[in-house]
Nanobody
Framework: QVQLVESGGGLVQAGGSLRLSCTASGSIFSIDAMGWYRQAPGKQRELVASITGGGSTNYAGSVKGRFTISRDNAKNTVYLQMNSLKPEDTGVYYC?????????????WGQGTQVTVSS
C-alpha cells in the first residue's frame, strides 16, 4: 500500500500564491510519474501538471507560466508552486503517483486539498 498525503491548500485572493506538497509513504520501491490534478465543482478532474522521475514536466495550457511542479525524490515528495492565481483555479487538488511497490505497480491518489481563489 502506498499512501499520498497532501498539504498547502487554502483561501487566497486573485493574484496570490500557494504551494502544495504531497508526500508518498508505504512500501515504495520506485516512483515514476507524479502529478497534480484538480476538479472544480460540476467539472471533470483534469491534469494540472506532471513530472517524471527524470524531471521532465508537462503542464495544462491554462497554468503554463504560472505554476511550477517539482519533486524531491529522496523525500518521495512532489510540490506545486502556484503563482498569479485566478478564480478559475479554484477546485480540489489531488496528488497522483505511479510506480512500483516491490514488483507490483501502484497507482495512488491523495485525499485532495481545497484551493479557493477569491476575486
Amino acid at each position: 500500500q502506498v499512501q499520498l498525503v497532501e498539504s498547502g491548500g487554502g483561501l487566497v485572493q486573485a493574484g496570490g500564491s500557494l504551494r502544495l506538497s504531497c508526500t508518498a509513504s508505504g512500501s515504495i520501491f520506485s516512483i515514476d510519474a507524479m502529478g497534480w490534478y484538480r476538479q472544480a465543482p460540476g467539472k471533470q478532474r483534469e491534469l494540472v501538471a506532471s513530472i517524471t522521475g527524470g524531471g521532465s514536466t508537462n503542464y495544462a495550457g491554462s497554468v503554463k507560466g504560472r505554476f511550477t511542479i517539482s519533486r524531491d525524490n529522496a523525500k518521495n515528495t512532489v510540490y506545486l508552486q502556484m503563482n498569479s492565481l485566478k478564480p478559475e483555479d479554484t477546485g480540489v487538488y489531488y496528488c497522483h503517483a505511479r510506480g512500483y511497490s516491490g514488483y507490483r505497480v501502484f497507482d495512488s491518489w491523495g485525499q485532495g486539498t481545497q484551493v479557493t481563489v477569491s476575486s
